[in-house]
């Protein structure tokens, strides 16, 4: 049962022993190497900036992997690319893919695999991608392998990363034209609840999700487009949340639409209402921060002074403060564990591990004062009870209008 978010203290109690910490990557962002896919065309096309290598996790994933055992963490999550293990029909590879996952588990942690992260092979390109009936089939042929081949280590699922981005992706630089939309929502939906069934009859008591980007603009045509359609395929709600907006600072829309990431509003109160959403609109469902965190431009401070560690910080103590609300979180990755290739620029970096693919041919992984920060909240289940947000919570968000305005989540004392 939800409580009133005035009814709750300052002091909110630790998240428990059975919540997961975690770290998200994604494996065209971080992998290099890439082999031929939509992604690896479009970088090379002009139309994104140089790929190189990326932060090379496809030899550096040992390191990477110790680095997040090393914060404490739970959960890692990986995507397992259908351009690696599929280069050409009927032509498998996973030897990466054993190796990296396998590492995990040897890690002590769980993987959280993506089957989808919005990148295809090359072939499935040449023969129409999401525009063609097709693609359903291909896809599943995948991603079946993949739930046969890794199953038995007991991930968590993600099948689509956020549907409805990837659809807009592909609109914005790839084939997809207005027109294709539809089916390519109808694709992605039948994909989902097919692997769905696979999924469950392949590993007891499976999680699955596909996670939702949540931005208050747009979220309800996310839910009618794909959420809704999937809604009893779904054993946990997957939520990323990155920016905000408000009477007290609307949303900058100027920074979103030209990349510029120290410009944009970053509300991490606004978290508590995208879980708050979810928590009504599946009573009882559990629900996982799949991704979130802040980017910089190339490390670059941040408009509003707020830092990596700050943000970290408010945004877990709103997690707390759901979970203390009766909200039903039992989850939370901090994307990402490196800086790696934000679709189409190396400019933004959310990596708790920086690294400099432009400038330094080492890629040396260098640690972020968040590091720590987040070392110290995973032995210790959260903020300590006495911690206070850096900022009050926002006039107004625009993540959960009008509800935000009449029933808004407060910090006793301010």
Not at 54 to 70: G, K, P, Q, T
Not at 89 to 102: H, K, L, N, R, V
Not at 105 to 133: C, K
Not at 348 to 375: E, I, M
Request: glycine share 10%.
């Amino acid at each position: 049962m939800l409580t009133s978010p005035g009814s709750a203290t300052a002091e909110v109690p630790a998240v428990g022993g059975d919540f997961r910490w975690g770290v998200s990557s994604s494996g065209f962002q971080s992998e290099g190497f890439a082999p031929d896919s939509n992604w690896s065309r479009y970088a090379r096309s002009g139309q994104a900036e140089d790929y190189r290598n990326s932060v090379d996790f496809l030899h550096r994933y040992d390191e990477d992997i110790r680095n997040a055992a090393d914060l404490g963490v739970g959960v890692f999550r990986v995507s397992v690319e259908w351009a690696r293990v599929q280069p050409n029909p009927g032509e498998w590879d996973f030897s990466f893919y054993d190796a990296m996952i396998g590492r995990i588990r040897a890690a002590g942690m769980q993987p959280m695999i993506t089957l989808d992260h919005w990148v295809f092979p090359g072939w499935a390109v040449d023969r129409g991608g999401w525009r063609s009936a097709g693609m359903v089939d291909d896809w599943l042929t995948n991603a079946r392998a993949v739930v046969d081949r890794y199953a038995s280590y007991d991930p968590l699922w993600v099948t689509f990363n956020e549907p409805l981005a990837y659809v807009g992706k592909e609109q914005q630089i790839g084939g997809v034209g207005t027109l294709d939309v539809p089916g390519m929502l109808d694709r992605m939906v039948a994909a989902h609840r097919a692997i769905y069934d696979h999924i469950h009859a392949r590993q007891g008591g499976a999680m699955v999700t596909s996670n939702i980007a949540y931005s208050a603009i747009g979220t309800a045509q996310a839910e009618a487009s794909f959420v809704d359609r999937i809604a009893d395929k779904l054993d946990y709600i997957g939520i990323d949340y990155y920016y905000g907006g408000s009477l007290s600072k609307p949303p900058n829309l100027v920074a979103l639409l030209t990349n510029q990431s120290s410009s944009l509003i970053l509300e991490p109160d606004g978290i508590y209402y995208a879980l708050r959403r979810y928590s009504q609109k599946f009573p009882g469902r559990p629900l996982y921060i799949v991704e979130t965190g802040m980017p910089t431009d190339n490390g670059s401070p941040t408009t509003d002074g707020m830092t990596r560690v700050d943000n970290l910080r408010d945004t877990v103590y709103w997690v707390q403060r759901a979970k203390a609300d009766g909200m039903n979180v039992m989850g939370f990755n901090y994307w990402s564990i490196t800086d790696n290739y934000e679709w189409g620029s190396y400019s933004p970096r959310f990596g708790l591990y920086t690294v400099d693919v432009t400038t330094d041919p080492s890629l040396g992984r260098r640690p972020t004062a968040a590091v720590g920060a987040y070392r110290d909240i995973t032995g210790a289940g959260g903020v300590p009870a006495g911690y206070l947000p850096t900022r009050s919570p926002a006039l107004c968000s625009i993540q959960d209008l009008p509800s935000s305005c009449f029933n808004p989540v407060t910090v006793p004392g301010r």
